[in-house]
């Protein structure tokens, strides 16, 4: 079992900055895929960006490409996503996922999930 816990969320307004974390406890975390995915009010799960098992490989939705940026620290279980020039259309509630292999999706192919984060970005 891994347990992921986001956190970092918040209210910004349009043009600002967020940095996400998402602390993991239990398995090596190093054995893991890490993403970020986000779920707005009303839609699917969506997502985000993806880093490979080093860090050394990262993917990302074209929606967010350019404006955020997922790292991750293997010597302490925690992977990151820079949000700079936040946009309204970013609002969501942002999850930290674990899965086996690399590949974005599915949706059903992550392992473990965070419980979330609220990031909201006002006009």
């Known amino acids: 079992q891994v347990q992921l816990v986001e956190s970092g969320g918040g209210s910004v307004q349009a043009g600002g900055s967020l940095r996400l974390s998402c602390a993991a406890s239990?398995?090596?975390?190093?054995?893991?895929?890490m993403g970020w995915f986000r779920q707005a009010p009303g839609k699917e799960r969506e997502f985000v960006a993806l880093?490979?098992?080093?860090?050394?490989?990262?993917t990302y939705a074209n929606s967010v490409k350019g404006r955020f940026t997922i790292s991750r620290d293997n010597a302490k279980n925690t992977v990151y996503l820079q949000m700079n020039s936040l946009l309204p259309e970013d609002t969501a509630v942002y999850y930290c996922?674990?899965?086996?292999?690399?590949?974005?999706?599915?949706?059903?192919?992550?392992?473990?999930w965070g419980q979330g984060t609220q990031v909201t970005v006002s006009s």
């Open positions: 239990g398995r090596t975390f190093s054995n893991y895929v």
């Open positions: 880093v490979s098992w080093s860090g050394v490989t990262t």
């Open positions: 996922a674990a899965r086996d292999g690399w590949g974005t999706l599915p949706v059903s192919s992550y392992k473990y």
